[in-house]
């Protein structure tokens, strides 16, 4: 546990998510990949009308975590359209990535905000932090990289999650699965320091707490919820920028890509880089509140973060 004197920011704390068993295995995963590609996307979407519902009536804990987050970002209380509205976004965006995995983005018709912010730093090979959330898909992402010539993506996660995703997406295809690093080995920031100096862009998601790991508390939907700080930390021992980026899943075939320029916490007085740090993390959920807001069947933490 880690302390910082004179700053809200602070590590004590275990978050619900760490407990939630993991329920999709390679073996699962391969056969609704196969259903996938059988079925093709029309045939697997009207399976998948059938399977929330099935999850929708089952899942008691996600279901009220679900009615509790769309309570605050609808402003209303939600109906049952809205949770199978909820459920099935996160199913479409899981059965998405099948495809995208394939290589197959002609599928899609994708739209993207802020583009020249990464299309700039790519043309100059300057690689920067991509800082997303669990809402929509960063799969998507692997689309504008594409699109880029070539743009190499690789996301940093804790080393439990690391594994458990490389495991789903080698399942998938081990060829285009995105490159993982995980961290809370002895070389994870030695091999995400390379790869944002061979101008790669690393993704990391800002929106879910690790115990032990320093968090800030942030408004957020109208009550505070702890976020961690861990990203901006590595930024600024890096040295590089930080650029928001949301996959926001739109109905059928149609995705928006979002990026935004975050707080530069790159060239910091010591003295000041607690607040800098909290700034910065305020700043993030202050727009992620905006995306859930703009698009509130996006976010998939299927938990209590105000808890």
Partial sequence: MRRHVGSQIDGE?????????????????????????????????????FICWYFLAASARDRAASRQYLRRALGREPRWADLFRHYHTFAATLLDRVYLLKGQFMRFDVRVHGEPIVADMAARGEGCLLLG??????????????????????????????????????????RLAMRIIALG?????????????????????????????????????GEPARFPVGPFRIAAMLGRPVVLMLGLYRGGNRYEIHFEKLADV?????????QVLEQAVRDYVARLEHYCRLAPYNWFNFYDVWK
């Fill in 266 to 274: 790159r060239r910091t007085d010591p003295r000041r880089r607690d």
């Fill in 133 to 174: 959330a669990h809402m929509g898909s960063f799969e998507i992402v692997r689309f504008l990289g594409r699109e880029a010539g070539g743009v190499n993506v690789s996301l940093v996660m804790y080393e439990e999650n690391a594994r458990r995703l490389n495991a789903v997406l080698n399942a998938i295809n081990p």
């Fill in 185 to 221: 080995k002895a070389d994870s920031m030695l091999q995400v320091e390379s790869a944002l100096a061979r101008g790669e862009f690393v993704g990391m998601l800002g929106d879910r707490t690790i115990e032990g790991e320093g968090t800030v508390a942030c408004p957020f939907l």
């Fill in 13 to 49: 704390l275990r978050p619900q998510w760490v407990a939630r068993p993991e329920r999709l295995g390679p073996i699962v995963v391969r056969a609704a990949t196969w259903l996938a590609l059988t079925l093709g996307r029309a045939g697997s979407r009207v399976l998948l009308f």
